[in-house]
């Protein structure tokens, strides 16, 4: 079993709003990751958590704050979101750093 | 300078024959691993092979292929009789550094693969 569940699959938040995406992997894995997809471009890593520590963290604006609350899940927490923030939010895990990453069918973001 | 290269932004390939999608990569690092993956248009990446720097023999899984050449510093990925079911984005992708410590996997721009009838 190589699922990887992501919610909610679509979200639309107002430039004010809170909100949360999840991620959850049941597999295992002991490291996860956040991406974010423009259309018609790859994804763009934005964090790595390693044993459940937040290892990488590509200069992603602190409107965006991911946290693991344990070995399983993965938040990412959205607030005061600018509209250039739409876009596909991708989670995957990986049973280590390093090998080949599942991913999850992601988010579909839209800040108005 | 790019880490990863997809030249190819568009491809046809008709159903049942092999095609091959081209990637060339740039690192110094002598431990990296190579990866492809197929984004249908849905949106999910779908994980397909891997290549380690250090692998003497190229990777297959089913009807895929990955044709390594090091010295190249290519990673083409061939898929064999293709099926209507393949048409989606394909991206090659790089880490660097060894497996078990934390890194990043750079993707290249990816190539749309169509196939028809």
């Known amino acids: 079993d190589t699922e990887v569940t992501q919610t909610p699959k679509h979200l639309v938040m107002g430039m004010t709003n809170k909100k949360s995406l999840k991620c959850e992997q049941h597999m295992g894995h002991r490291a996860m990751y956040w991406y974010k997809q423009k259309a018609k471009k790859p994804p763009e890593l934005m964090f790595v958590?390693?044993?459940?520590?937040?290892?990488i963290n590509e200069s992603v604006p602190s409107r965006f704050s991911p946290e693991c609350p344990n070995s399983s899940l993965l938040n990412l927490h959205l607030h005061a979101l600018q509209p250039e923030d739409s876009a596909l939010y991708l989670c995957?895990?990986?049973?280590?750093?390093?090998?080949?990453?599942?991913f999850g069918p992601g988010t579909r973001l839209t800040v108005t | 300078a790019q880490k990863i290269t997809q030249t190819q932004p568009g491809m046809f390939v008709q159903e049942k024959e092999a095609v091959t999608l081209d990637c060339t990569y740039d690192?110094?690092?002598?431990?990296?691993?190579l990866f492809w993956y197929k984004q249908p248009s849905s949106g999910e990446m779908i994980f397909l092979i891997y290549?380690?720097?250090?692998?003497?023999q190229n990777a297959t899984e089913g009807r895929y292929s990955l044709n390594f050449q090091k010295a190249r510093k290519s990673a083409n990925l061939v898929i064999s009789a293709s099926q209507l079911g393949d048409s989606a984005m394909y991206f090659c992708a790089m880490r660097e550094g060894y497996t078990g410590t934390a890194s990043k996997l750079t993707f290249g721009t990816g190539t749309r693969l169509q196939v028809t009838l």
């Open positions: 995957a895990s990986s049973q280590w750093p390093g090998l080949e990453q599942y």
């Open positions: 290549q380690g720097s250090y692998d003497q």
């Open positions: 690192t110094s690092d002598p431990s990296y691993g």
């Open positions: 958590y390693s044993y459940e520590k937040l290892s």
